[in-house]
Every structure is written in structure tokens, then in C-alpha cells.
């Protein structure tokens, strides 16, 4: 199933314009509508998601965790 994106602006009316598609003429298709996220918005949540995950693993060794692995598996 080939997919096809445009971007673009419903009108005052309700009205949304695509542009033409031969391929599409005369044949059912799914539309799936999702707002456009500001993009001050999304560099708050890139923060947010870094100050919630950043040194999340920084207190574990990665040295001794690899040796009790491999221990582990060739016993």
C-alpha cells in the first residue's frame, strides 16, 4: 500500500485543498488529520524528556556488569 503525505491548511469553511493525484482519482481512500505541533513545544519536551532520563544508567559499572554476563553464561 503506497502512502502519500501533504501538508497543508484547512480553510475558515472547513474546506481542505490536496494537491491532484492521478493515482487517487476515483478511488477510497483513508484520511488521517493530526495537527502540527509548534515547534517550541517540541524542543520543551526534547528538555523535558533529557533532564528526565539523562544519568539514568550513570551509576551502574559497565565493566562488571559485562563480567557477571559472560560468567553467567559460560558456567
Same mark, same amino acid.
Given at each position: $500500500?503506497?502512502?502519500?503525505?501533504?501538508?497543508?491548511?484547512? =480553510?475558515?469553511?472547513?474546506?481542505?485543498?490536496?494537491?491532484?493525484?492521478?493515482?487517487?482519482?476515483?478511488?477510497?481512500?483513508?484520511?488521517?488529520? $493530526?495537527?502540527?505541533?509548534?515547534?517550541?513545544?517540541?524542543?520543551?519536551? =526534547?528538555?523535558? /524528556?533529557?533532564?528526565?532520563?539523562?544519568? /539514568?544508567? =550513570?551509576?551502574?559499572?559497565?565493566?562488571?556488569?559485562? /563480567?557477571?554476563?559472560?560468567?553467567?553464561?559460560?558456567?
Amino acid at each position: $500500500m503506497q502512502a502519500y503525505r501533504f501538508e497543508t491548511r484547512i =480553510s475558515k469553511k472547513g474546506i481542505i485543498k490536496l494537491p491532484f493525484n492521478k493515482q487517487l482519482v476515483d478511488r477510497e481512500v483513508e484520511i488521517i488529520i $493530526m495537527p502540527k505541533q509548534d515547534l517550541k513545544s517540541n524542543k520543551d519536551a =526534547s528538555i523535558d /524528556f533529557v533532564n528526565k532520563w539523562s544519568g /539514568f544508567l =550513570s551509576e551502574l559499572n559497565i565493566e562488571d556488569s559485562k /563480567f557477571q554476563y559472560l560468567s553467567e553464561k559460560y558456567k
